[in-house]
T-cell receptor
Framework: DGGITQSPKYLFRKEGQNVTLSCEQN?????MYWYRQDPGQGLRLIYY???????QKGDIAEGYSVSREKKESFPLTVTSAQKNPTAFYLC??????????????FGPGTRLTVT | AQSVAQPEDQVNVAEGNPLTVKCTYS??????LFWYVQYPNRGLQFLLK??????LVKGSYGFEAEFNKSQTSFHLKKPSALVSDSALYFC?????????????FGSGTQLTVLP
């Protein structure tokens, strides 16, 4: 899982509550990503950030929000507007465009259950 | 649109036999291709990548992948499977959104190695 930490590993919330998932990296990577994983659907991109104080919507951003105030941190908030929030959430990072390396490095994931 | 497809949801192989996990891609321009592995309730681990050069790419844990441009394929292989290779495998391709460095993932293939 490299130098990326996600907390907590398991998270339980009641429907209607916002919840924030933590993602921290010590790899000095510029870019960070949030994915959602559902069975049989692979990974879908929620939000990504290439640099501090900047982020972009991915394919399924509705009902989610992010911030990037520090290079090493990229928290994801799952809002009450997300209609089906129960899923496994994965955070990833990658080096800057100037580095000849294109793979992403993943954290261990947070399993969110909303009832 | 750039994409990858993993045509098999499930692959079963006996321990000691060779294994192949299939991936086909659709990209404009030169493809940057990746394989990742995921163990239960864990993040994704990078196995190998093809950027340019030799069509046979060697990666972690004895895995290799063959890039075939004419068949637009990037199949993952291992000469002799281990029970511990049982996991979920994802193929991915670099995609572009402006200058952002993103990966698009296939739906995953569950590999089961039978003792």
């Amino acid at each position: 899982d490299g130098g990326i930490t996600q907390s907590p590993k398991y998270l339980f919330r009641k429907e209607g509550q916002n919840v924030t998932l933590s993602c921290e990296q010590n790899l000095n990577h510029d870019a960070m990503y949030w994915y959602r994983q559902d069975p049989g659907q692979g990974l879908r991109l929620i939000y990504y950030s290439q640099i501090v104080n900047d982020f972009q919507k991915g394919d399924i951003a509705e009902g989610y929000s992010v911030s990037r105030e520090k290079k090493e941190s990229f928290p994801l908030t799952v809002t009450s507007a997300q209609k089906n929030p129960t899923a496994f959430y994965l955070c990833a990072s990658s080096p800057s465009e100037t580095v000849d390396s294109y793979e992403q490095y993943f954290g261990p994931g947070t399993r969110l259950t909303v009832t | 649109a750039q994409s990858v497809a993993q045509p098999e949801d499930q692959v079963n192989v006996a321990e000691g036999n060779p294994l192949t996990v299939k991936c086909t891609y659709s990209v404009s321009g030169n493809p940057y291709l990746f394989w990742y592995v995921q163990y239960p309730n864990r993040g994704l681990q990078f196995l190998l990548k093809y950027i340019t050069g030799d069509n046979l790419v060697k990666g972690s844990y004895g895995f290799e992948a063959e890039f075939n441009k004419s068949q637009t394929s990037f199949h993952l292989k291992k000469p002799s499977a281990l029970v511990s290779d049982s996991a979920l495998y994802f193929c991915a391709v670099r995609t572009f959104s402006g200058s952002a460095r993103q990966l698009t993932f296939g739906s995953g293939t569950q590999l089961t190695v039978l003792p």
